[in-house]
């Protein structure tokens, strides 16, 4: 390479890497993976130390790559808060070992191993016992000051009782969001039509630089520590400090250890390479620190990084696959989501059968064609991935991949707007996820708690038919008949593209053998994944034989169907076999091949084409034919689902507002518009200034309540709920003041009350003529001290001289003498 080639390649990669890291830390978002990130990283660090020449001090390789932001007050570190060196080989880290044992002349040293916790790091600073300050490592050098935010997070102590606990110190951590909050919290952006957020780390990092602590109080951060600073703390290794601040009340994860030698440190690494993804947060690697601190003075530093410490980072498993076809699946929103079916592969412990393509970029960016091999890439932390397309093995006329035009799901044709990647399907009102997502919505334990009717069941019910829209809901009553035997037929079915009916696998050798337990296919399916359809079959041939029931009678019918399937020519799917082929195996009698595919491609379940064919069976094939139905609606489920339907209809106004899904009203704007207009039809009435009058109501909802009346669908519904009985104004009770105790007071409670539940209480406070506020202002008019009130806001309301009162006096003051 030439000095000025690798001065242009220097830019480049220090512009992309600029990049990078400005959507990681600024933006929270990704768009390469952490692997690629380092691999450009290393190649700077590289061609920097060939040409030092076009070494910077502002070079990515010498800082930190986050900044500071504008919306916090900055303070500076005590001590710098570095960045970590890390590799992804073995090579390397034995390569590390050898400059530590260099550096410090010998090899009586200990490594101290920790997960490498994959979230945000913090810094907080106690005096005197008390938390002071809580700062984001921002450039190394300075960080935003973010302490309410840090100090809604549960188990971060904010007083540190115990012997010897130094006047001043600062301890480290990692914040991060369980994995299971990240999944609830997108669960929830999803119903709502929100963008999900991409990582439990990206949404970690944004949490924390919120500007409102309430809302980072609701998402559960927690917190993980690993580093303790300070004059005189007095101990000389790492693991006596962790086991300091662990018994001064910090959470540290257990998953340390100390290692004398290398050779350990590699042990520890396998012995958490999978076991890792049982742990309730992201890990990408494993930390490996000097334990002595004398010993880490004598290594020191780098610009950027500690000499005495790496990051050994799992690198993700890949493997090749090929790609079998493409699903697009329609969310509940209407996005189209492309997923590529691939042959399965055996990845980071698990199956991989599904990949996520995200969006057509993604595509194109691959340049995916039909058929073509691909390499496959699983971290535990992600979802499946295709990163990158096997060229040489492509076949010759290979197509490239063509992006649908028309909705899977209901043929209207896409819509792209401008600016997304995302393609969407406009017929909301429709378009069966779409219509699922509202119903779904309508029935929220929030909107009106019916509770019945979980997903599947309501997938069917529009699936089949039976509902459209909300209002159809009651109209099930006079159909309970019908339902009586309803296939819900959502997994174990799928289409071909010319339409033919296929079942799952599993259900299919159910039914067509005898005395053989699902349960024991399903595990004999499990064992064999990553065979080929036909090669299962065999397989399975083996397995009768094996389980040694009605082997002869059992054999026979598989081998029967193995050579219809090589005979009949129809489209092959893994995991499933066509319905017309294994009715076949039953009604060969009564009714042939042709006959069979073609009743087929009308029908969506087996019951239906039963029911078409309308046959006189026998009960032996009756039976096997009942092995072959999804589950199907029941008795006891068909009541408690009207009853749940009928309890709705008394579920109040504001209830009934929030279900009806208009864009932009969440439950509290509900709740507000409900109390101020007291009726949807006064809603409907309402111009556009009476309806701004009310407390968080703007622009962009006024729209959308115009939009939402003006259109003749809804209007309908309104109408046909109406007519079922639905609460479309406020109960008397609900308008009737109790008292006006509390005129003209803004109130806050705080802490565990002991005459009123969370809501109660606000129900009180409005009932007697105050106004209930959520948070701690100037505002205020007292606050209502409960019991374990949080300290945070007990000492803002004292900064801000906001009265705080007990329970009973509040109760005085609002006329209720607590004994009655
Ligand atoms: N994909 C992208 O576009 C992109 C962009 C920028 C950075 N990155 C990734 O982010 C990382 C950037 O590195 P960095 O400078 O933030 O450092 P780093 O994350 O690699 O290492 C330092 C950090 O590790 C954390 N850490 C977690 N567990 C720890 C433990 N047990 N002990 C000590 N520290 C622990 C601390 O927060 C510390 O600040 C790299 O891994 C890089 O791949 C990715
Ligand atoms: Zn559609």
New binding site residues.
């Given amino acids: 390479m030439t000095e000025a080639q690798a001065q242009s390649r220097i830019e480049e990669l220090t512009r992309q890497?600029n990049y990078?890291?400005h959507?990681?830390?600024q933006e929270d978002t990704?768009?390469?993976?952490?692997?690629?990130?380092?691999q450009l990283?290393e190649e700077l660090i590289r061609l920097e130390s060939e040409f030092p020449q076009f070494l910077t001090p502002e070079s990515p390789s010498q800082r930190?790559?986050?900044t500071i932001t504008k919306e916090f007050e900055t303070a500076n570190h005590e001590y710098r808060?570095?960045?970590?060196g890390?590799t992804y080989s073995e090579e390397e880290l034995l390569a590390f070992d050898e400059r530590v044992a260099k550096g410090l002349e010998h090899r009586n040293y200990e490594y101290f191993c920790?997960?490498?916790?994959?979230?945000?790091?913090i810094s907080l600073v106690y005096e005197n016992g008390r938390l002071v300050r809580a700062v984001t490592?921002g450039d190394g050098t300075k960080g935003d000051v973010v302490t309410e935010n840090i100090k809604t997070i549960r188990n971060i102590p904010l007083h540190i009782k115990g012997e010897n606990v130094p006047e001043k110190f600062e301890v480290?951590g990692?914040i991060f969001l369980p994995r299971k909050e990240f999944d609830k919290i997108n669960a929830e952006r999803e119903a709502a039509g929100d963008p999900l957020l991409a990582n439990p780390r990206n949404a970690a990092s944004g949490t924390v630089k919120m500007q409102d602590s309430s809302i980072v109080a609701k998402r559960r951060l927690n917190c993980?520590f690993?580093?303790l600073l300070g004059d005189n703390i007095g101990v000389e290794n790492h693991d006596q400090a962790i086991k300091l601040i662990e018994s001064w009340g910090f959470n540290v994860s257990q998953t340390y250890t100390k290692c004398s030698s290398i050779k350990e440190v590699f042990e520890y690494i396998e012995k958490w390479r999978e076991k890792r993804l049982e742990l309730p947060l992201d890990t990408?690697g494993v930390?490996l620190?000097v334990n002595n601190y004398d010993q880490r003075e004598e290594l020191g530093f780098t610009a950027k990084i500690p000499r005495w410490?790496i990051?050994y980072?799992y690198k993700a498993e890949s493997s090749e696959s090929r790609l079998l076809s493409i699903t697009y699946q329609v969310g509940r929103t209407g996005a189209i989501t492309p997923v590529a079916n691939l042959s399965p592969v055996h990845l980071a412990g698990t199956t991989v059968k599904r990949a996520s393509l995200h969006n057509a970029n993604e595509i194109l960016r691959l340049g995916l064609h039909e058929g073509d091999a691909v390499l496959v890439e699983k971290g535990g932390e992600i979802i499946p991935k295709i990163t990158g397309v096997v060229e040489s093995k492509r076949a010759e006329g290979a197509q490239p991949i063509q992006y649908i035009d028309y909705c899977p799901e209901c043929g209207t044709a896409l819509e792209r707007k401008e600016g997304e990647a995302k393609h969407f399907c406009p017929n909301t009102k429709s378009c069966p996820p779409q219509v699922l997502g509202k119903i779904e919505h309508f029935l929220h334990k929030r909107a009106m708690d019916i509770d019945s009717l979980g997903t599947e069941r309501i997938k069917t019910l529009i699936d089949q038919g039976y509902i459209k829209n909300p209002a159809d809901l009651y109209t099930l009553q006079d159909k309970a008949d019908e339902l009586l035997g309803l296939e819900m037929s959502q997994d174990q079915y799928e289409k071909s593209d010319d339409g033919i009916l296929y079942i799952s696998l599993n259900k299919a050798l159910f039914a067509l053998t005898e005395g053989i337990a699902l349960s024991a296919i399903n595990k004999f399916l499990e064992k064999h994944a990553e065979l080929e359809l036909e090669a299962i079959l065999e397989k399975f041939l083996e397995f009768i034989r094996a389980t040694n029931k009605k082997t002869a009678q059992n054999t026979g019918t598989i081998k029967r169907l193995i050579k219809e399937l090589e005979e009949v020519k129809l489209p092959k799917m893994e995991e499933f076999l066509p319905v017309p082929l294994v009715l076949h195996q039953f009604l060969g009698h009564w009714v042939d091949m042709d006959k069979l595919i073609k009743v087929s491609m009308h029908q969506s379940t087996v019951h239906q084409i039963m029911l078409r064919l309308n046959l006189p069976l026998t009960t032996e094939v009756e039976d096997r034919i009942k092995k072959l139905k999804a589950n199907t609606f029941q008795e006891g489920v068909i009541s408690n689902m009207m009853e749940g339907i009928a309890s709705s209809k008394s579920q109040p106004f504001e209830k009934v507002l929030f279900a009806l899904g208009i864009r932009n009203i969440g439950e509290n704007t509900a709740q507000l518009l409900a109390k101020h207009f007291k009726s949807l039809d006064n809603i409907q009435k309402a111009t556009s200034d009476q309806l701004l009058e009310v407390n968080g109501v703007g622009e962009t909802l006024v729209n959308s309540i115009f939009d939402y009346f003006a259109d003749e669908d809804n209007q309908k519904i309104i109408q046909e709920l109406k007519s079922h009985g639905l609460n479309f104004e406020l109960a008397e009770s609900e308008t009737k003041l109790e008292s006006n105790a509390l005129e003209g007071m803004k109130i806050l409670a705080s802490g565990k009350l002991q005459h009123f539940k969370r809501d109660e209480i606000i129900d009180f406070v409005e009932s007697h003529g105050g106004q209930y506020v959520k948070s701690v202002s100037k505002a205020l008019t007292f606050i209502i001290e409960g019991e374990d009130m949080g300290p945070s806001k007990k000492e803002k309301a004292e900064k801000l001289g906001v009265k705080l009162i007990s329970e009973e006096e509040f109760l005085q003051i609002a006329g209720k003498n607590q004994n009655t």
């Fill in positions: 890497i990078h890291n959507l990681y830390y990704i768009e390469i993976s952490d692997f690629e990130f380092d990283l930190v790559g986050g808060m570095l960045s970590l890390n920790e997960m490498k916790f994959d979230g945000v790091a490592r480290r990692e993980y690993y580093q990408d930390v620190k410490a990051a980072k």
